[in-house]
């Protein structure tokens, strides 16, 4: 299966931690992504007999803070304007990003005072934690598969 990297993103949205669903954040409830609250994350329909958390470099953040993409981000001339090496409206753009979304507020710093204001503070090791524990409790721990592929 290969995984886009805006369906990555999507993933990535969930505060690190990531239920494979029936959706990803924009189809939550045929939503507007700009609409979409940290409840309707948290607030899915379990489907099938397992589930998949996964976590991906936490970077050691052990507290929850707020996120901000940088402004400008410096690389080879070459690279400028390439995935990997786009950040604002141009990354908005190239992937399609609705304004004042969960995804938006993740991936630009656009907006993000208000942003911030809306979404709060993601990660850190006891948010993760609760999330974790919420999920075995709720799903069965037997049910629930957890992976980190971080380097930290």
Request: charge should be negative; aromatic fraction near 10%.
């Amino acid at each position: 299966m290969e995984v886009s990297r805006r369906d990555f993103l999507h993933l990535a949205a969930a505060l690190g931690l990531v239920s494979v669903t029936n959706g990803f954040a924009t189809t939550i409830s045929s939503k507007n992504p700009a609409d979409i609250t940290y409840k309707d994350i948290m607030d899915f329909k379990a489907t099938g007999n397992v589930t998949l958390l996964h976590i991906c470099d936490m970077h050691a953040h052990i507290k929850p803070m707020y996120w901000r993409e940088p402004s400008t981000l410096i690389s080879a001339p070459e690279l400028n304007g390439t995935p990997g090496f786009l950040c604002g409206e141009a990354f908005s753009k190239y992937y399609g990003l609705e304004p004042s979304s969960l995804d938006a507020y993740f991936d630009t710093h656009m907006d993000f005072e208000a942003l911030a204001k809306k979404f709060g503070k993601m990660g850190g090791i006891a948010h993760m934690k609760t999330m974790v524990d919420h999920i075995k409790k709720a799903r069965g721990a037997e049910k629930v598969l957890f992976m980190d592929s971080g380097d930290t």
